[in-house]
């Protein structure tokens, strides 16, 4: 009795068979089609996370390079101060030596050496032992 219905009921059981197959291909095709849309929503929403960090990024890199500038800046400003400041203690030891000499030339003149003397254990010039020899001379 199945056997019968079935053989004689067997071109509309092959038909819902395969109307059932095409529907289930369908279905899964909608279903893929979803999840594929969800996925490249999901990929945009992370690649305007990655765009906007990077944006935050660059503006902090660029903070940190007006900040380094600032500071080279200042940098420089020091280091042109350290040099000024190295050149007018050289400039004050050389008149502080220099006074050191001319007093050494001085006691040398009142103790009653000669110029030549002077000159050879100063270092001075001529004109400045021959000033010193005419004023300080005893």
């Given at each position: 009795m199945?056997?019968?219905?079935?053989?004689?009921n067997?071109?509309?059981?092959?038909?819902?068979s395969?109307?059932?197959?095409?529907?289930?291909?369908?279905?899964?095709?909608?279903?893929?089609n979803?999840?594929?849309?969800?996925?490249?929503?999901?990929?945009?929403?992370?690649?305007n996370?990655?765009?906007?960090?990077?944006k935050?990024l660059k503006?902090?890199?660029?903070?940190?390079?007006?900040?380094?500038?600032?500071?080279?800046n200042?940098?420089?400003?020091?280091?042109d101060?350290?040099?000024?400041?190295?050149?007018?203690?050289?400039?004050?030891?050389?008149?502080?030596?220099?006074?050191?000499?001319?007093?050494?030339?001085?006691?040398m003149?009142?103790?009653?050496?000669?110029?030549?003397?002077?000159?050879?254990?100063?270092?001075?010039?001529?004109?400045?032992?021959?000033?010193?020899?005419?004023?300080?001379?005893?």
């Open positions: 199945l056997v019968e219905f079935l053989l004689s067997f071109e509309i059981l092959i038909f819902f395969i109307i059932f197959v095409i529907v289930g291909f369908l279905i899964l095709f909608l279903m893929q979803i999840k594929f849309q969800q996925n490249k929503q999901s990929i945009i929403d992370y690649a996370i990655i765009h906007n960090s990077n935050e503006d902090y890199l660029n903070s940190i390079v007006n900040i380094l500038e600032s500071q080279k200042e940098i420089v400003k020091i280091t101060k350290i040099s000024f400041i190295e050149r007018e203690i050289n400039r004050l030891g050389n008149v502080k030596g220099s006074e050191d000499i001319l007093g050494i030339a001085i006691d003149a009142r103790k009653g050496e000669d110029k030549e003397s002077i000159k050879k254990n100063t270092g001075l010039r001529e004109d400045e032992v021959e000033a010193i020899y005419t004023y300080y001379r005893k």
